[in-house]
C-alpha cells in the first residue's frame, strides 16, 4: 500500500469511527483550508536554493552537523510536526521502510520536529526509527527552511481540545509549527528535490527521492 493510500485509509477511519466528533472533524478541515490560502507555503525555500546549514540535537542528545553528513553524501530532511500527529508517524514509518534504499544511494536520512527529547525519543521508539529525530527547539532551523507558521487563536483552542497541549510538547510557549516537507539536499549544499504540503494530510511517497538521489549519484560520477 502506498504511503498515501495509507493516509487516505487512517483519514477515513478516524471519520467512520466517530472517534473524533464531526464539528472537530469540520474544524479540522477548515484548519487545513486556511494553512492553504495562507500561501505559507510560497514562502518555503525550493530546489535551486542554497539549503541553510544547521547543527541540532538528535533524541539522544548528540549533535548532529548537516554539514558533516553532506561531507560523505546527499541529505534528506524531513520536518515533522510531532508525535501527537498520526500522518507524521505513517509518514515516518515509510520513510524507516525506504531507508535501506535511501542509504544504499549513499545518502543520510534524518527528521527535524519541535518537540522536545522525551517526545522525540518516544517517537524514535513507537515508529523503530533507524534514522536520527533531530530537535528544532524554537523552530530555528523550521524558519530558516521557511516552513514555521503560527496556529491561529481558533486551531490553538481546537488542539487544546484534542489534547495537543504543544507547549509540553514542545517545551515553548510559541504555538506554532512547521509545515511538513521534504527536502534532498546534495553535496554542494543545495537543494536538489522540495516537497511542502500545507496539508498535513497529503504526503510524498519515498520513492519519489530514489530518481532524485539517482540523479545525483550520476551528476557526481560524471
Known sequence: MTLQA???AFTNDLVSSGAIPQPLVTALRDGI??????????????????APSF???????????SAKLLAKGPLVVSFYRGVWCPYCNIELQALEEARA??????????AVSMQNAANSRKSARENKLGFPILIDAGG????AFGLR???????????????NDLEAINGEASWSLPMPARFVIGQGGVIAYAEINPDYTR????????????????????
Open 33 to 50: 483550508a486556511e494553512q492553504i490560502a495562507s500561501g505559507q507555503a510560497d514562502h518555503a525555500l525550493k530546489a535551486g536554493d542554497d
Open 101 to 110: 534504499e535511501i542509504e544504499a544511494r549513499g545518502a543520510a536520512l534524518v
Open 203 to 222: 504526503r510524498p511517497e519515498p520513492d519519489h527521492l530514489f530518481p532524485i538521489l539517482d540523479q545525483l549519484a550520476r551528476a557526481k560520477g560524471g
Open 6 to 8: 495509507r493516509l487516505d
Open 140 to 143: 530555528k532551523v523550521a524558519d
Open 149 to 163: 507558521y503560527a496556529l491561529s487563536p481558533k486551531t490553538v483552542e481546537l488542539y487544546r481540545t484534542l489534547g
Open 55 to 65: 547543527v541540532l540535537p538528535n533524541e539522544s542528545g548528540t549533535s548532529v552537523s
